[in-house]
């Protein structure tokens, strides 16, 4: 796990978050309001002081039903990745733009930075990406051309 000091400055933010960060976030401020815990992996390279990033789910319920919906995701078990304790599921749909502002205000506070994720991890998300039918064409480019870290 990876310690960052308690007040944080954006060019520590910018030049140690990479591709395959797990970011733990505390109380994470969903759509609805409500507040949980949720599990990040950091999907670029910084770039206009952002970063795109995946939220996980461990709700797999909803994604295990039969849908007619077309959904782009993928699903973690345990074993392929010790950062996940839980079977966890990222959908494309949950992509987000994390602000280096945004994250310097927060970071050590509610934003842990506590591993990488693993090779397999990374490779399963980057071929959904690879194959995306809905996901913007700038964003799969940015991903896909952004270097992974070295562990």
């Not at 990479?18 to 390279?45: C, M, P």
């Amino acid at each position: 796990m990876i310690q960052f000091p308690e007040k944080i400055t954006e060019d520590l933010i910018r030049n140690h978050l990479s591709k395959g960060d797990v970011l733990f976030w505390e109380n994470y401020k969903f759509k609805n309001g409500s507040r949980k815990a949720s599990r990040f992996i950091i999907l670029t390279d910084c770039k206009n002081d952002s970063f795109l990033a995946i939220r996980g789910t461990t709700h797999t319920d909803f994604y295990e039903k039969v849908s007619s919906i077309y959904r782009e995701f993928i699903k973690i078990s345990v074993s392929e990745d010790p950062s996940f304790p839980k079977p966890t599921i990222f959908d494309l749909n949950s992509i987000y733009i994390l602000s280096v502002g945004k994250m310097k205000k927060i970071f050590g506070e509610q934003i842990k930075h506590p591993n990488k994720a693993s090779d397999k991890v990374l490779n399963k998300l980057e071929e959904m990406i690879r194959n995306s039918k809905t996901l913007r064409k700038d964003w799969i480019n940015w991903i896909l051309n952004s270097k992974k870290t070295k562990p």
